[in-house]
């Protein structure tokens, strides 16, 4: 018997070719969660589907789910928002595709979090804005993402002993899920180095979160953001396609 054809408000977070004329899409429902739909035809001229679909596309997405496991079947994507504007600019295309991977990684297939729908969408809305800064953007979105999936306690006191935490000195631990004080560094597990840049961005995303108004400067943003992407792979056990664009480093 052939599944009841589902409708959802969809981002395209990721697309493989499946053959000369048929694309496999990876997309973040609202409803549905992370979905895998083969798009038979796409690339075809004149598509029953709607034609190919682009990374970042978002729109109204209607497929059929699969029976057990494996893919589901594209019946129609029709497209209200491109995000053009940021396949123009290198930093803004970079950030996007980070928030993409992370998506794509953190989330299981078929779990909802609408939250993370809402908070991808208007991330992406506000890189395409001009005075976007977009190693804000990213830093607010992957602090954001580990909170919303439980991965992110309090850091701005020690995970161990709940002091506060001092200007230098100061260690992450991914095994702790959190900062330690100099007193309660351990000495042969795995740790990261957090410098005076990375504590004030996480400051003020902090700030942020409670609702205060703050700025977050670039280098700020990207220490940040490269102690977050630091407790993302030691959680998934490697590494980030995309972190280094948006970290600095290799």
């Given amino acids: 018997m052939a599944t009841m054809p589902t409708t959802d408000q969809a981002i395209c977070i990721r697309i493989s070719d499946y053959s000369e004329t048929s694309q496999v899409l990876s997309l973040l429902g609202r409803d549905g969660g992370v979905l895998r739909v083969i798009a038979k035809g796409a690339k075809r001229p004149k598509s029953k589907s709607g034609g190919r679909v682009d990374l970042l596309a978002e729109g109204r997405l209607v497929y059929a789910p699969p ?38 990684s953190l989330l299981a297939e078929h779990d909802p979090h609408p939250e993370v729908f809402d908070l991808l969408h208007h991330a992406l809305d506000r890189l395409g804005q001009a005075d976007a800064s977009p190693p804000a953007v990213g830093a607010w979105f992957v602090y954001r993402m580990l909170r919303h999936v439980g991965l992110l306690g309090e850091m701005g006191r020690c995970a ?84 280094r664009y948006v970290t600095g480093k290799p």
Avoid: W
């Fill in 67 to 104: 029976r057990r496991e494996g893919l589901g079947t594209l019946i129609e994507f029709a497209e209200t928002v491109s995000h053009t504007q940021l396949r123009d600019d290198l930093p803004r295309l970079n950030a996007a595709m980070f928030m993409l991977e992370l998506c794509g």
């Fill in 160 to 243: 161990d002993c709940g002091g506060e935490l001092a200007a230098r000195g100061v260690t992450f631990a991914g095994a702790a899920g959190g900062m330690l004080c100099r007193h309660c560094e351990p000495r042969d597990a795995e740790k990261y180095a957090v410098g005076p840049a990375a504590l004030a961005g996480l400051a003020a995303l902090t700030a942020a979160e409670a609702g205060r108004r703050t700025k977050l400067p670039d280098a700020q943003a990207r220490a940040a953001t490269a102690l977050l992407v630091y407790h993302v792979e030691y959680q998934l056990g490697r590494r980030l396609k995309t972190a």
